[in-house]
């Protein structure tokens, strides 16, 4: 059990440096076993998932360290194909391992992997495209056994931009034999930064401007350094920190085109904006304004991710949003828990109503998943009193001393672990 205290009050004010992308950085680990190579990564955030990403690339056989911000891999040691039911069960993004796998192997075998609930999300997209890419896929309860005598190029079309499904089949298709062209591919940021670094591994990838993306194998490469870039969901928490609290911050290493449509409604509820290609200042009025309406949407849409930490930021903001979400049904977890700091938030179906309230009041609370616990310490940041949010890890999976950063910019705010009894 995490606790996290928050005495709030304080306007944020200062600058910070935006760590490294969580969801960068997964993919890559994983693509890191699609040829034998080793592999530097550098800007790596410190987090529980990429600690279990490591533990699963050791459990491969591969040799896997990481010194601060500095990871490496050496995949030239790879001897299994099997991940650990006890590690997939740990994180969603595990299930990047079965294309890559399948690419490297020519099988895997691995079981349905956890993560929050955040509703159904189903790898159904995964196992078509992979399907239709050459390999045969028998599925047993929660096990999947992926099994590929020959890759071979084709053209799909995927139904909906998944951001996993792309992945996957990028990282499958490196290894087959022709042309794989990928038609309604997401285009999340990570995406991009998934291609950049197969392209250092030896990948042959063009994406076009449409968001269609062609691979056409690869030729490894030995040795690959690689800077995961800044992570942009965690400067859409400092942003929206900044704006529920009225302060005045920068934030160095984000990059303001990846969070447009976080700033637009950040803008739209009355905060100052200025920025340029590495910089970014957001001053907040002492009080928002609502900003209407608003559909979470895939990239460049307004990120589900950024969802709850937006609500947050608005529930003492004058006048009334609505929220609707489009990916996740069950993304809306947060809102029991911030009614209890005196938020009047109504639920009906996918769309949440926040009307803002002059005051909200400390209280406990229990951090639902990843981001609806954020949502609830940056709530904490403008309620009266101590707001005590118990965790049981979801927050320390995409943030890298969130406690910390949040401290260096003036909030009251204290982080601490305690022992678990058995």
Request: glycine share 10%; aromatic share 4%; proline share 5%.
């Amino acid at each position: 059990m995490e606790l996290w205290q928050i005495r709030g009050g304080r306007r944020l004010h200062g600058g910070c440096t935006v760590q490294g992308s969580k969801n960068a950085t997964l993919p890559i680990l994983a693509a890191s076993i699609v040829c034998p190579c080793r592999v530097e990564l550098q800007n790596v955030p410190q987090l529980s998932d990429v600690d279990t990403a490591l533990e699963i690339l050791r459990a491969l056989g591969c040799r896997a360290g990481r010194e601060g911000e500095r990871v490496w891999i050496d995949s030239r040691t790879l001897s299994s194909a099997a991940i650990p039911h006890r590690l997939m069960e740990k994180m969603r993004s595990s299930v990047f391992f079965l294309g890559a796998l399948t690419a490297r192997c020519g099988e895997a075998q691995l079981s349905l992997p956890g993560g929050c609930q955040l509703g159904k999300r189903p790898i159904d997209l995964h196992l078509a495209a992979m399907r239709q890419l050459g390999c045969e896929i028998e599925e047993e309860g929660g096990s999947i056994l992926c099994r590929s005598r020959f890759l071979h190029g084709c053209e799909l079309t995927l139904p909906f931009p998944s951001v996993g499904a792309t992945e996957n089949i990028i990282l499958t298709a490196c290894a087959a034999q022709g042309e794989t062209v990928l038609h309604g591919a997401a285009r999340e940021p990570e995406i991009t930064a998934l291609c950049r670094f197969l392209r250092a591994m030896g990948a042959d990838i063009v994406i076009e401007a449409s968001g269609t993306v062609h691979i056409r194998g690869m030729s490894a490469r030995e040795h690959v350094r690689f800077v995961i870039p800044p992570d942009r969901i965690v400067a859409s928490t400092l942003c929206c920190a900044a704006a529920a609290s009225g302060g005045d911050i920068v934030l160095r290493g984000a990059d303001p085109t990846e969070i447009s449509a976080v700033l637009y409604f950040l803008k739209a509820a009355g905060c100052a904006i200025i920025h340029n290609k590495r910089m970014l200042r957001l001053r907040a009025p002492r009080r928002l304004h609502a900003v209407g309406e608003l559909c979470t949407a895939p990239y460049p849409g307004f990120p589900t991710d950024a969802q709850p930490l937006l609500m947050a930021a608005l529930l003492r903001a004058e006048g009334t949003t609505r929220i609707t979400e489009t990916i996740f049904e069950n993304r809306f977890r947060q809102v029991p828990q911030l009614r209890r700091l005196g938020a009047d938030i109504a639920v009906r179906g996918r769309t949440a109503e926040i009307c803002g309230v002059e005051r909200l009041f400390a209280s406990e609370l229990t951090a639902t998943d990843l981001r609806g616990g954020a949502s609830m310490v940056l709530a904490g940041l403008c309620a009266e009193g101590e707001t005590v949010v118990c965790d049981t890890g979801h927050i320390t999976r995409g943030y890298d001393g969130l406690d910390r950063v949040l401290r260096g910019l003036g909030a009251d705010v204290t982080w601490k672990a305690l022992p678990s009894y058995h």
